[in-house]
């Protein structure tokens, strides 16, 4: 991965996919890091990306969520299970292998997707193929400079951190708890104590991307 010095601030939609396609051109696999905390809109940024780069190039990009990579519940256990979405509660390792070897780029590979109704990892519930010339992966701990975080940062071509206030992330993560089926005090709790703690560490103990989303 390539970090700016100072991280080139972006608006527009228009202006990451421009840069995305610019920097890919003629790679046989480029791979994106797009991060931020939680409730700050990856799973739609990333849609949005690859609607936009599909446009461009039809059938050449695919979308791998770090979320897939959560630890079952069963395998957490109840005093992990309390803080699942912190980083210990991912599989960074096996991030990391899936990472090396989609950058290979010398065969399909199987990657689980998170189902958040139901609150688990569906092993091989997306395939990259040879044809996803683009890979956006996207996900809260993608750049952060702790282990074993750290030895992804090298498989990233390209990173993006989305940038956005605290109170907005707040009202967010909120709003979700409560279209979780959380009434109002547990759906605040679980914002201020379990999410924002994720959201400050992200902030503050992240390494600086290549552009910033704001």
Same mark, same amino acid.
């Not at 059938?59 to 079952?72: A, I, K, L, N, S």
């Not at 957490?76 to 070897?101: I, M, Y």
């Given at each position: 991965?390539?970090?700016?010095?100072?991280?080139?601030?972006?608006?527009?939609?228009?202006?990451?996919?421009?840069?995305?396609?610019?920097?890919?051109?003629?790679?046989?696999?480029?791979?994106?890091?797009?991060?931020?905390?939680?409730?700050?809109?990856?799973?739609?940024?990333?849609?949005?990306?690859?609607?936009?780069?599909?446009?461009?190039?039809?059938?050449?990009?695919?979308?791998?969520?770090?979320?897939?990579?959560?630890?079952?519940?069963?395998?957490?256990?109840?005093?992990?299970?309390?803080?699942?979405?912190?980083?210990? /509660?991912?599989?960074?390792?096996?991030?990391?292998?899936? @990472?090396?070897?989609? #950058?290979? $780029? =010398? %065969? +399909?590979?199987?990657?689980?997707?998170?189902?958040?109704?139901?609150?688990?990892?569906?092993?091989?519930?997306?395939?990259?193929?040879?044809?996803?010339?683009?890979?956006?992966?996207?996900?809260?701990?993608?750049?952060?400079?702790?282990?074993?975080?750290?030895?992804?940062?090298?498989?990233?071509?390209?990173?993006?951190?989305?940038?956005?206030?605290?109170? /907005?992330?707040?009202?967010?993560?909120?709003?979700?708890? @409560?279209?979780?089926? #959380?009434? $109002? =005090? %547990? +759906?605040?709790?679980?914002?201020?104590?379990?999410?924002?703690?994720?959201?400050?560490?992200?902030?503050?103990?992240?390494?600086?991307?290549?552009?910033?989303?704001?």
């Amino acid at each position: 991965m390539s970090t700016l010095s100072q991280p080139a601030q972006v608006d527009s939609l228009a202006e990451v996919t421009r840069r995305i396609l610019v920097a890919a051109e003629g790679r046989e696999r480029f791979l994106v890091a797009l991060a931020g905390p939680p409730g700050s809109g990856k799973s739609y940024r990333s849609e949005q990306l690859l609607q936009a780069i599909d446009g461009a190039l039809p059938g050449q990009v695919v979308v791998v969520p770090m979320d897939g990579y959560h630890f079952d519940n069963a395998v957490l256990g109840a005093s992990q299970l309390a803080v699942k979405g912190a980083p210990q /509660t991912f599989d960074a390792e096996g991030l990391r292998v899936d @990472l090396e070897r989609i #950058r290979c $780029a =010398d %065969a +399909a590979v199987a990657v689980p997707v998170f189902d958040r109704p139901l609150d688990l990892a569906r092993a091989g519930g997306r395939l990259v193929t040879l044809a996803h010339r683009i890979v956006i992966v996207e996900g809260n701990y993608l750049l952060l400079d702790q282990e074993p975080w750290r030895a992804l940062h090298d498989l990233f071509d390209l990173s993006v951190m989305l940038e956005v206030d605290d109170a /907005t992330l707040e009202q967010r993560l909120i709003d979700r708890w @409560l279209s979780m089926g #959380r009434d $109002a =005090d %547990a +759906a605040r709790r679980k914002a201020l104590d379990k999410d924002m703690p994720n959201a400050r560490l992200i902030k503050t103990t992240s390494i600086p991307p290549d552009l910033v989303w704001r």
